[in-house]
């Protein structure tokens, strides 16, 4: 049987092992932010657990937690949803049983990103033994978390809701970390400063279904749509900016479904995705691919349809990344790169409300069976976010 947890809160190592210890694959809480509630009551946050739901979406649990009254408004940003743990069989162990072994915590979420939620509750629990409790510092500030079961998922109940029901309540933040696991390689390696924009585009091709031996009574779309895919994949997007890649558009699928190979299709579909950086937006993106498939398609029957999921985004170096960099250099002794690299988070929603940047754990094993991460990286990172928050509230000068 295994132990029970303790929810001391300065041990980053056991309320992470809590949190993995609850199964909360999306849209599923678990007792995930139940755990993550009662660690942050013992250190005095006000906490607000918000439920959100939408049309054909599933109901889902999110969490706003803040400590102080006023003056800047330092926010956490993260998830303790995870994605399922594929075949439980291929596990060394239980994905969810939250072991430590040679080192190691294992487990669905430990990477991404239940131990960076952890490893930023008992930062603070640090802070307040170190400095006192946020309203009675020289220059009061406040610290908050807050905390989605919707970010694996479609990211619809969780984050920009939270963010709305702030605005409507008139609070702010003015800064914000979020705390995915941004290091490639090594604790302090990696700090997002930005990213892409994703959308998807969805290509149909109509023509006119005939006999495979009479093509001058059909009109193959299969042939068209492979005419107007090499047409969009032909020249590059861009080259890249002074903080971005280059664009990259990638087709994903291409589906006729025809069962008979004598029979010429009536409709040919594709699908692709564009990641994309700050010389285009999404609007940007539909005109040009319409004009280039106009020119390609020679007056033949297309449409295409688009579902955009994040615009490209940048917070410039200045006080919040130096803040971090700073912090890594002090704890590691690196010097962290500043990258817009990787795929969406939802610091695409953060960004309309304030400077946002992301740094958390060493990534390599996020997603995967026998997940897991270092628990000196765990413990290193409690520091580097402590650090974070002496430095932006200037503690310790």
């Avoid at 969810?96 to 603070?124: C, N, P, Q, W």
């Avoid at 984050?159 to 702010?172: D, H, P, Q």
């Avoid at 020249?235 to 069962?259: A, C, R, V, W």
Wanted: charged share 20%; proline share 6%.
């Amino acid at each position: 049987m295994t132990a029970p947890i303790s929810l001391q809160t300065d041990d980053p190592i056991a309320l992470s092992q809590a949190l993995i210890r609850c199964p909360s694959v999306t849209p599923e809480d678990g007792g995930a932010l139940g755990v993550l509630e009662s660690a942050l009551k013992s250190l005095g946050f006000s906490v607000n657990r918000l439920r959100f739901a939408d049309v054909g979406t599933p109901d889902v649990e999110n969490l706003y937690a803040r400590l102080g009254s006023g003056g800047a408004n330092f926010c956490f940003a993260g998830h303790t949803d995870v994605v399922p743990v594929g075949d439980a069989d291929a596990w060394a162990g239980d994905p969810f049983a939250g072991e430590v072994i040679d080192g190691h915590l294992y487990g669905r979420g430990a990477a991404d990103m239940k131990s960076a939620i952890a490893a930023f509750t008992a930062a603070t629990d640090r802070l307040i033994a170190r400095h006192g409790v946020p309203d009675s510092w020289a220059q009061p500030g406040s610290i908050s978390l807050l905390i989605t079961g919707d970010e694996e998922g479609p990211a619809i109940n969780g984050t920009r809701k939270v963010l709305e029901w702030l605005s409507e309540k008139g609070e702010t933040l003015d800064a914000c970390i979020v705390g995915e696991p941004t290091n490639p390689d090594a604790m302090g390696d990696m700090i997002k400063i930005g990213r892409r924009g994703s959308m998807m585009g969805y290509l149909t091709v109509r023509g006119v279904q005939g006999h495979a031996a009479y093509p001058h009574l059909a009109d193959n779309p299969a042939h068209r749509i492979v005419r107007l895919l090499d047409a969009l994949t032909a020249e590059p997007l861009d080259e890249g900016s002074e903080h971005f890649q280059p664009s990259t558009l990638q087709i994903t699928t291409i589906d006729i479904g025809n069962p008979a190979e004598n029979v010429i299709p009536g409709e040919a579909r594709a699908t692709f995705n564009i990641r994309f950086c700050d010389l285009h937006t999404s609007e940007s993106l539909k005109v040009r691919l319409h004009e280039i498939l106009d020119v390609a398609s020679e007056g033949g029957d297309y449409s295409l349809a688009f579902r955009i999921t994040g615009e490209s985004f940048l917070t410039l170096p200045g006080p919040l990344s130096d803040s971090i960099s700073g912090a890594v250099r002090a704890v590691t002794g690196r010097t962290p790169e500043l990258s817009t690299t990787g795929g969406t988070s939802d610091a695409r929603f953060i960004k309309d409300h304030c400077p946002v940047a992301e740094f958390g754990l060493v990534g390599q094993t996020m997603h995967k069976v026998d997940e897991n991460v270092s628990c000196a990286d765990i413990e290193t990172l409690t520091e580097i976010y402590l650090k974070v928050l002496e430095t932006y509230f200037e503690l310790n000068q």
